[in-house]
């Protein structure tokens, strides 16, 4: 079969954070953030969809292995996201601001080689922070 | 940062309507609707996904404030929607047939240059009627 | 088998209402019921839950065939509901407020007695009026 | 009508929390609380569930306006804890820990009385974690 | 604190099943059940929600810790159930039928004693077969 | 109207099925596939979104009428699928690994020409077998 076929995982992590420009004086970040700029943090139960594409095998009928993708979106996003507080705990958000944008581009960074050694490529990084706020990157510029 | 993000936005508004061609006799409307031609009509509430597309910011890592996003559709969809009669109440649908794709159509013009004044790009507005049937828009022909 | 379980069905409706007290002025009307006051109508996707006890016979581990439960709420209830006009097309509501309250209460009347001629008991109505605000009646004073 | 009807209003809070124990070492701390207890702490989504019991006064089809009580959830529960440290911010809590079943106790103490002052009776406070972890708490001991 | 609070944890499996009465002709079968006693087997995406009482412990919070209760959950129903056949593969369900309510009853009777000697006492199994059909059990007769 | 919009209808099905690729041993179905070789099958939930593009007529305001469209999903999909085995009973999976991506591909064969002739295009079939894994094709090699 070569017939393209989008693949979808959704995990979850919950996770503390604010928005908080640390070059900027406290009176801008209230100003601008709100209340996500409060000091003590917040935080959310994101839901992330990680979808790859591909043609599946003719063996397995399988793009990927759900099984393994899960298992890479595990070892390289959640472990290191969830129950942790973005703006603190995770190496790949280092000095970063926690939008949803910027997690969704720095979750695509940590996937998007490893994904692409499986067989598929990776096509778009969903990321839900509540019921209603949510954005999808694609890679690239 | 120059990565192109999609940001999305759910709301929500609870409308009356029904689909009624006043150009059809009555029995031509019933035959063609079925029921969503009740003439003392019916309802539902609706689920709008408004994207817009962009960079984020370095200073922010925000491509728009979500809480300005949500108060321009507030301001221009949500107040005329909701709580309201689509055939009757609303100044964008007047004299249109009030189909989801109608509906979804209209939201778009109504939001298309006061989102793309905000530096990001209207990208698409996806409109839920129930949780069966819904329709989404990008624009364009 | 004697031991008593509870049995859900879930129903959906698209019915139009609106909140007004013909007693009253408009002006009371507009300021106790908002903008669920207005005039022309709005609507609602309506989620209905109705909940039997009963247990369940040895020979088909039912406590009741839940496609007859559901043909009796669509013939009782949905049938009459769906796709109308709550303050205008319902014999049951019928001068009646159609709050979330007394739309559950009315469909209650309407169930009991068929539903407990089925060998279990009505124990619940709960409506969904929206995501956020939902009622629930387990009938008797 | 003297008829008995719930009515559940949903708000929801977006905080940080931790589980920890001050009275205790770290290690206990991490060993009984593993990831809930990271010292920079995490967070969620919260969905928080008020139901109040009434009969439904004959002239308005309510038990209780919703958005009274809305207004009334969001003045004593939501405004203290959206986006907030459950730990550190929020005076109700104040040298507690912060699981699902103290805060949900914790925002019946704190509705109980205004509650039962709106002509209404607060039936249950129940509040959801994640989508798999939720708590009910009906007052009293 | 000696205040009663619920607690409550989702668990899901997926599983083959047919409602097949071997007692029966084929004919009665297929007359009582309908699609449900397609000889091939047919499946569902079940959600289990298990409900304790108890008392919130002052040092941890808890009336249980959820992540031991899951444990149990898992080790006593789920990894029985789970992409397994209910008629063919389950000790517990052995010439019984499949229908949600005996599955519901066969579930609380599997966990009833372990979870009652974690201190805190099980209240409900509540067993969602699909989106419009679900059972709730509380013990007993 | 000339504008292009895309209409999508849900429907559901329950169906058993299991990985199993017959030209294998035993041994490596079971390491390959893991609890998805259970012999005796499992089952999900299928959730399916059939999207069609196309102009909205004036007369309507539809790109399709959905009724329409339900009709012909039911026809060619629903009724070959629901409370079936998809490796056993189903025409157009016959000889087929039974993976989400492969019935997703055979939906969307089984629909094409019938859809491309209702005055729309088929767009994309997507396929939810669980609440986290799910597939989209789109046509095409």
Same mark, same amino acid.
């Given at each position: 079969?070569?017939?393209?076929?989008?693949?979808?995982?959704?995990e979850r992590f919950n996770a503390a954070h @604010?928005?908080?420009?640390?070059?900027? %004086? &406290?009176?801008?970040?209230? *100003?601008?953030?709100?209340?996500?700029? $409060?000091?003590?943090?917040?935080?959310?139960?994101?839901?992330?969809?990680?979808?790859?594409?591909?043609?599946?095998?003719?063996?397995?009928?399988?793009?990927?292995?759900? @099984?393994?993708?899960?298992?890479?979106? %595990? &070892?390289?996003?959640?472990? *290191?996201?969830?129950?942790?507080?973005? $703006?603190?705990?995770?190496?790949?958000?280092?000095d970063k601001m926690t939008s949803c944008e910027v997690v969704a581009i720095g979750i695509w960074?940590?996937?998007?080689?490893?994904?692409?050694?499986?067989?598929?490529?990776?096509?778009?990084?969903?990321?839900?922070?509540?019921?209603?706020?949510?954005?999808?990157?694609?890679?690239?510029?």
């Open positions: 079969m070569s017939k393209t076929v989008y693949v979808t995982r959704r @604010k928005l908080w420009n640390p070059a900027w %004086e &406290d009176e801008k970040n209230l *100003k601008t953030f709100g209340k996500c700029a $409060n000091p003590n943090w917040h935080g959310h139960n994101y839901e992330l969809f990680v979808t790859v594409k591909g043609q599946p095998i003719e063996d397995t009928g399988y793009c990927v292995d759900l @099984k393994d993708l899960s298992d890479v979106i %595990e &070892d390289l996003v959640i472990s *290191k996201l969830d129950h942790r507080n973005l $703006n603190l705990d995770v190496d790949f958000l280092k960074d940590e996937l998007e080689s490893k994904v692409n050694a499986m067989g598929c490529k990776l096509h778009s990084v969903r990321l839900h922070e509540t019921e209603n706020n949510m954005v999808e990157y694609f890679g690239g510029e």
